[in-house]
């Protein structure tokens, strides 16, 4: 599905290639494993900047059905306790992560909106009678 909203988000990638403060710059006997809860504000970052650039992939190759389901997810991001505020270092990329965010959401509701628009239209097609087929009564007059 081609989303207007996603190629404007494809376009302006907040974030470089690898940005600096992430939490997996460390050597591998520090990084977490994804299932723990993040220890750092940084770790917290990284997580949230993988499920946004998860929600672009799957806006990108995802068949209408799929989009849609995205509607029904029920999952609230909890935000992490214990870490404290969040450091004035991480400030700015915690803004771009949320512009990004707000972006990805936004073309997630235009997938949705769409995907249950070609649903509701190809439900009512299907219902639709089919075309009228003449008759003719062989009688005579």
Not at 85 to 114: C, F, M, N, S, Y
Request: proline share 11%.
């Amino acid at each position: 599905m081609s989303l207007p909203g996603l190629r404007a988000i494809r376009a302006s990638d907040p974030w470089p290639a690898t940005p600096a403060g992430r939490a997996d710059d460390q050597p591998d006997e520090r990084r977490r494993r994804s299932d723990a809860p993040p220890r750092t504000w940084a770790e917290a970052l990284d997580d949230l900047e993988d499920d946004a650039r998860t929600a672009e992939r799957t806006l990108a190759g995802a068949s209408p059905d799929e989009i849609a389901a995205w509607g029904r997810r029920s999952t609230d991001w909890v935000p992490p306790s214990g870490l404290g505020p969040l450091p004035d270092d991480l400030r700015e990329r915690a803004a771009r992560l949320l512009q990004h965010q707000l972006a990805v959401a936004e073309a997630l509701v235009e997938g949705i909106t769409q995907s249950r628009r070609q649903r509701d239209l190809a439900a009512r097609m299907s219902q639709s009678p089919t075309r009228p087929v003449s008759s003719f009564i062989d009688r005579p007059v």
